[in-house]
């Protein structure tokens, strides 16, 4: 079977077109006309309610709920205004993106939307920016493995000396044994069943990347993860300390709260005197409510009960549960994750439970041992891999992918509120192999 009628039958996205800037230059002028209209709807509207805009931030403030007692009238308070205030308490405004120029990110990225179907008229400029900022954020992953490749594939045919060379690449990025085998093996066969050009080397070597990652994702049968609508969905977030946990709770609290579900967080890292501040910091940022308990030391399983609690009686649709990454020792953190696990099992046995191990890309290769002693404790469903910006080990992903058989769900390139999307294979890949 040739590869045309491959692509043909399973319609892989493909960023093949690179003559074709039609598309992207249409995006572009419709994002920029989008982008005036809304800043002159801003300015009229400015001109028309300032004095009302700084009322709602100090209703931000009761947001916060730090004991059981304050919980029923607290929640109510923030039921009335869940449809309103709250919305506008998020902080759009504050980090709303920014059309750059027409330049090559935004080709690039223009493109991969392009070339995984999607329309015109459902362009975002979110999707481009977190596209350009991912692929800006993979630079340093991309140079020590794309520029070399390339000048290792040349614009010959590809050789087994070659194959050689990019097995040494994959290993230097992180990407494991398992994986790399597994590309190498595949390439090699490839190699022996005909002349491979570089062009189709490195189209080849995408596929058999995204299939690496899609693997255990296709294994659930759910591309993406997201909340189930109308139901309690708890999403447990847990990993060693550092790694980003917090961050990225905060960041999926905006997420959610963006795409219409109600959401709360309960701050059960009661091990660091500043967890809980950290996280009710993010909870006012994206405008989602934090059940806390400021006794220090409170008990973790206690505050993931009250949580559950309100979440269910005043229907929230996603419970964010923060958990410690450091305790006396690595036995007292694996026990209180489990206990949590019973709370949340027996208060809520009809809930969606995810458990999600945030693994910190940087930390390359050693999150793995981290993922297999959490996976006992926690019941892990899921991994998230933050500070993908500025590290050169983004190949950690097919590691993780490959040896724990657990789905990436969402990635992380940036500290700020944005810089967090869901995992989305062909965008990954096609940003760590970026041409450029
Ligand atoms: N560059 C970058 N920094 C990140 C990212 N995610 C988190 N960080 C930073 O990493 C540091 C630790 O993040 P936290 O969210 O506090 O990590 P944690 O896992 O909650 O830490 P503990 O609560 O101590 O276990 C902070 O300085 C974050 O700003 C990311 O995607 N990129
Ligand atoms: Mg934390």
Same mark, same amino acid.
Do not use: H
């Given at each position: 079977m040739t590869n045309q009628t491959d692509d043909q039958i399973f319609k892989k996205p493909s960023? $093949?077109?690179?003559?074709?800037?039609d598309w992207a230059k249409q995006a572009y002028e419709k994002l920029k006309r989008q982008q005036e209209e809304k800043k002159k709807e801003e300015e009229l509207l400015n001109n028309k309610i300032s004095p009302v805009i700084s009322t709602n931030s100090s209703s931000?403030?009761?947001?916060? #709920? =730090?004991?059981l007692e304050e919980i029923s009238s607290s929640v109510d308070q923030i039921d009335d205004s869940n449809s309103s205030s709250v919305k506008n308490l998020s902080p759009k405004s504050l980090d709303e993106p920014i059309l750059g120029d027409f330049d090559d990110t935004f080709t690039w990225s223009a493109k991969v939307l392009e070339a995984q179907g999607k329309k015109l008229e459902s362009i975002s400029l979110e999707e481009i920016n977190w596209l350009s900022r991912l692929q800006q954020g993979l630079e340093k992953a991309r140079k020590g493995f794309v520029t070399d490749l390339l000048e290792k594939f040349g614009d010959d045919p590809l050789t087994p000396e070659t194959l050689e060379e990019l097995e040494t690449l994959l290993l230097r990025s992180d990407a494991g044994v398992d994986a790399t085998d597994q590309i190498i093996n595949a390439l090699r066969t490839r190699l022996n069943e005909e002349v491979l050009d570089s062009k189709e080397g490195l189209r080849f070597l995408k596929e058999q990347l995204c299939q690496i990652v899609e693997k255990p994702i296709n294994s659930t049968g759910k591309d993406e993860l997201a909340p189930q609508r109308n139901v309690l969905n708890i999403w447990l977030i847990v990993g060693?300390? *550092?790694?980003g946990k917090t961050t990225t709770l905060g960041k999926l609290a905006n997420l959610a709260l963006t795409s219409g579900f109600s959401t709360l967080i309960a701050?059960?890292? +009661?091990?660091?005197? !500043?967890a809980v501040e950290q996280v009710k910091v993010w909870g006012k940022r994206s405008g989602v409510p934090v059940i806390s308990n400021? +006794?220090? =030391? !409170? @008990?973790p399983a206690s505050i993931v009960f009250d949580a559950i609690g309100a979440a269910k009686s005043k229907n929230f649709e996603l419970l964010l549960v923060d958990t410690a %990454?450091?305790?006396?020792?690595k036995n007292n953190l694996m026990e209180e994750l489990t206990k949590i696990r019973k709370i949340i099992d027996r208060l809520a046995p009809d809930a969606n439970v995810e458990s999600l191990l945030v693994l910190d890309a940087t930390q390359g290769q050693n999150g793995l041992s981290q993922a297999m002693a959490f996976s006992k404790s926690a019941d892990l469903t899921g991994v998230v891999i933050t500070?993908? @910006? %500025?590290?050169?080990? *983004? %190949?950690?992903a097919f590691a993780v992918a490959s040896q724990t058989?657990?789905?990436?769900r969402f990635i992380g390139a940036g500290? *700020? #509120?944005? $810089?967090l999307r869901p995992f989305k294979s062909f965008e990954f890949v096609e940003a760590l192999l970026a041409n450029k």
């Amino acid at each position: 079977m040739t590869n045309q009628t491959d692509d043909q039958i399973f319609k892989k996205p493909s960023l $093949d077109n690179e003559e074709n800037l039609d598309w992207a230059k249409q995006a572009y002028e419709k994002l920029k006309r989008q982008q005036e209209e809304k800043k002159k709807e801003e300015e009229l509207l400015n001109n028309k309610i300032s004095p009302v805009i700084s009322t709602n931030s100090s209703s931000s403030e009761n947001l916060e #709920i =730090n004991s059981l007692e304050e919980i029923s009238s607290s929640v109510d308070q923030i039921d009335d205004s869940n449809s309103s205030s709250v919305k506008n308490l998020s902080p759009k405004s504050l980090d709303e993106p920014i059309l750059g120029d027409f330049d090559d990110t935004f080709t690039w990225s223009a493109k991969v939307l392009e070339a995984q179907g999607k329309k015109l008229e459902s362009i975002s400029l979110e999707e481009i920016n977190w596209l350009s900022r991912l692929q800006q954020g993979l630079e340093k992953a991309r140079k020590g493995f794309v520029t070399d490749l390339l000048e290792k594939f040349g614009d010959d045919p590809l050789t087994p000396e070659t194959l050689e060379e990019l097995e040494t690449l994959l290993l230097r990025s992180d990407a494991g044994v398992d994986a790399t085998d597994q590309i190498i093996n595949a390439l090699r066969t490839r190699l022996n069943e005909e002349v491979l050009d570089s062009k189709e080397g490195l189209r080849f070597l995408k596929e058999q990347l995204c299939q690496i990652v899609e693997k255990p994702i296709n294994s659930t049968g759910k591309d993406e993860l997201a909340p189930q609508r109308n139901v309690l969905n708890i999403w447990l977030i847990v990993g060693v300390n *550092g790694v980003g946990k917090t961050t990225t709770l905060g960041k999926l609290a905006n997420l959610a709260l963006t795409s219409g579900f109600s959401t709360l967080i309960a701050a059960a890292d +009661t091990f660091r005197a !500043a967890a809980v501040e950290q996280v009710k910091v993010w909870g006012k940022r994206s405008g989602v409510p934090v059940i806390s308990n400021n +006794t220090p =030391n !409170a @008990d973790p399983a206690s505050i993931v009960f009250d949580a559950i609690g309100a979440a269910k009686s005043k229907n929230f649709e996603l419970l964010l549960v923060d958990t410690a %990454g450091r305790l006396q020792n690595k036995n007292n953190l694996m026990e209180e994750l489990t206990k949590i696990r019973k709370i949340i099992d027996r208060l809520a046995p009809d809930a969606n439970v995810e458990s999600l191990l945030v693994l910190d890309a940087t930390q390359g290769q050693n999150g793995l041992s981290q993922a297999m002693a959490f996976s006992k404790s926690a019941d892990l469903t899921g991994v998230v891999i933050t500070k993908l @910006d %500025g590290s050169s080990r *983004g %190949g950690v992903a097919f590691a993780v992918a490959s040896q724990t058989q657990l789905p990436i769900r969402f990635i992380g390139a940036g500290e *700020g #509120i944005r $810089d967090l999307r869901p995992f989305k294979s062909f965008e990954f890949v096609e940003a760590l192999l970026a041409n450029k």
